[in-house]
Each structure stands twice: as structure tokens, then as C-alpha cells.
């Protein structure tokens, strides 16, 4: 006797088969290259008709780089209603057929939806590949490998969530920091790939906001100076909890880009590993001054630990162009 699976069951397999085509696994192209956009701080505010502009300056990047994955590293939207403002993302990058990421910002704590929602409602889309599994304290930590021939994972794209405000005040203010819970679940993971992959650290990047308390020092390398412009202090936690040692032991993270700061876009290098801003997309109220509104393209390569890196500013211009290692010492 034949057996019968009920409508329903059928709906779900079909809704799930649908939604595991439009999330494919992200792979080199046949050049053996991955390009990322980031994009960072846009504040969109709709009823306040705040950083509209945004979109617009998003699509002539994409338009002209033609990326595998956008990262957008937090303080996406600041309304009330995010989900209104996510969904203007997600259906710029569905159009593009491109999908995409957020590591969240302070700024994501700062609406009526909680981190926990947006990180549940972002999910929901079909072209955004956020996953928290609330493995650790945060609501943006998973892991992208990304696969060269068959499906071999190559290289991985860490998103972490690097939280909102200081949890010990008033003995300590200021931003917040990576738990060590987070910590702890970084180390598990590269462990993991890299058990999986002979004892070899894979080639990685980590996305996240807040800058690490070492973006200072990378800075101050006198002998392999940073590309880019500081243009205020780094607004780093308070609290080092020791992400940065963890990533040295660990091995595999080649550099980290964060945002927060909108008027520093440089890229520095610390103990042979790379610290980088992306470029703020939001326009700039002293354009004179500030850095022009744009992304940074970061390129990865198969089978090797280094990568490409300059900014494409809303003009269409190529600024501040470097790889690692090459331009910052062995």
C-alpha cells in the first residue's frame, strides 16, 4: 500500500527545499577568489527620512564590484520598527541576487525590537544568511565557511556580536565587550574546522562592530603603518576579555574589520594580524573633512592566507588599495 504524506508535510518540505536553494553556501569563483563588501553605520531612519541615501550609494558599489557577500557591520537601522528598514535591505540585495550578513552594533539594542527579534526576524529572509544559535552571549555569532571544489570547505567569514554597553556599570562605562562566553565559542569553532581540515587553520575573517582595545595599537606601528585616515579616538571597550589572543593562538583569522568609529576607515596590522575599519556608508555631515561615504571591498584567495582590500567611495572611486601580508611585513 502506498503510503500518504499529509498537505502540510508536503508545504513544509517544499518551503524548506525552497528556502536551502536560495541559501546556497558561498564558494570561490572559478579565479579562485571571494569578494566581500562591507558596508557599516548606515542609521536608516524612514519616518525620520535619516540616511535614505544609503541604498543608493549600497547598489553604484555593488553595481561596480560585483560581490560574492555583503557584510554590514551594525548600527544598520535606528527607527523603531527595524524590521520595516531590514526589509528595504533584503530587497535591495534579492534584486542583486546577493546574499548577505549583519554583525550588530550598539544601535541594534536601541529600537523596540530586541537583538533576540531582529536576530529571529533577519533569519526569516530568504537572501540573508544570519544564523544565531545562541551559542554564546550575543545575538550574532555563527560561522560562513566558504567551499571551493567540492564543496571543500577553503576559507570561513566569522560574524560576531560585540554588544551594546558596558554590563559592569557604574564601575566601568562605555561600550561593550565580547563575553567570554563568545570568546570561548570562537576558540571551539576554529578548533573544529581546523580538526576538520588535518590539523590546518583555515584561511578567516571576522566581522563585528566595536573595535578590539588593540585597533590602537595597530595604529601606532611604526614599522608597518596602517593605510587609511584616523580621524577620532578609537571608541574601544574598556574591557579587554581577550578575543585578539585568542584569534593569535587559534590561528586562522587573517584580519578583523569592524565599523562604529565613522570617521576612521584605516587598516593596521598588530602582531602579524590585520585590524581594519570598513568605510562609513552613511554621507558625512563635513564632507571636506570626513571620509566620502562608500564600502570596503576585501577579496579573499583559495589556498592562501592573504587578501586584497581598498575602498570604493560613493563616487565610484578606488581608495586606499593594500593586501596582506604583502604591504605589512611577514
Known sequence: MRSKIPLFLLLIIFS?????????????????????????????????????????IIRSVIELERPDLIVL????????????????????????DLPWVVAFGNHESQHNAGRREVAA???EFPNCLNDDQEEAYGNSNFVLPVTGEQS????????MDSN??????????????????????YREMSKRFTQNNGGIALPALAF?????PEYSQAWNNKIHPPVGVKNEQECSPEINTGMFAAMLEAGDVMGTFVGHDHINDYIGVHHGLALGYGRVTKIMKNPDEDPLAGGRVIVMKKGKREFETWIRD????????????????D
Open 16 to 56: 524548506y527545499d525552497v528556502q536551502a536553494q536560495q541559501k546556497l553556501p558561498l564558494s570561490f569563483n572559478s579565479k579562485g577568489d571571494f569578494k566581500i563588501v562591507q558596508f557599516t553605520d548606515t542609521h536608516v531612519d524612514i519616518p525620520g527620512k535619516h540616511n535614505l541615501e544609503v541604498f543608493d
Open 73 to 96: 557591520t551594525g548600527d544598520v537601522v535606528t527607527q523603531d520598527d527595524p524590521k520595516e528598514a531590514f526589509q528595504l535591505f533584503e530587497d535591495l540585495f534579492a534584486g542583486l
Open 121 to 123: 526576524f533577519l533569519a
Open 152 to 159: 571543500k570547505e577553503e576559507a570561513l567569514i566569522y560574524i
Open 164 to 185: 551594546n554597553r558596558s554590563t559592569l556599570k557604574p564601575q566601568v562605562d562605555g561600550y561593550g565587550w565580547f563575553d567570554f562566553s563568545q570568546v570561548q565559542w
Open 208 to 212: 563585528f562592530h566595536i573595535p578590539l
Open 314 to 329: 560613493m563616487n565610484g572611486v578606488k581608495e586606499l588599495e593594500c593586501n596582506w601580508p604583502g604591504e605589512f611585513g
